[in-house]
């Protein structure tokens, strides 16, 4: 198989199912956020998963007292996904002066 089809083979819009399941197998979500993040899935079809579960604010089973942030979501995402996660921050100039 040439990289060209595995690439297309793995290059797929992300479902929360899937995605959701995976963080249950890291043990990242405990069954109940499993439940309450699929359920609440079918009142909301506009939003991107990430964003979806970030607003869920679901606790990190792995990491105890922190949330599932956009930002720790996003680096399990690329993770799993087999890619880099980078972080650029916010370029900040500091005002001129004369």
Not at 10 to 39: C, M, W, Y
Not at 50 to 57: K, P, Q
Not at 59 to 79: M, V
Request: proline share 2%; glycine share 4%; charged share 30%.
């Amino acid at each position: 198989m040439s990289a060209d089809k595995e690439t297309k083979k793995a290059d797929r819009p992300l479902k929360l199912g899937s995605f959701s399941r995976e963080l249950k197998v890291a043990e990242s979500i405990s069954d109940d956020q499993l439940e309450e993040a699929t359920a609440k899935i079918r009142t909301n079809h506009q939003q991107h998963v990430l964003s979806y579960m970030a607003r869920l604010e679901l606790n990190d089973q792995r990491h105890k007292g922190k949330k599932l942030i956009l930002e720790n979501l996003t680096c399990f995402l690329a993770g799993w996904a087999g890619q880099e996660y980078f972080y650029n921050e916010v370029l900040r100039v500091a005002p001129e002066t004369r």
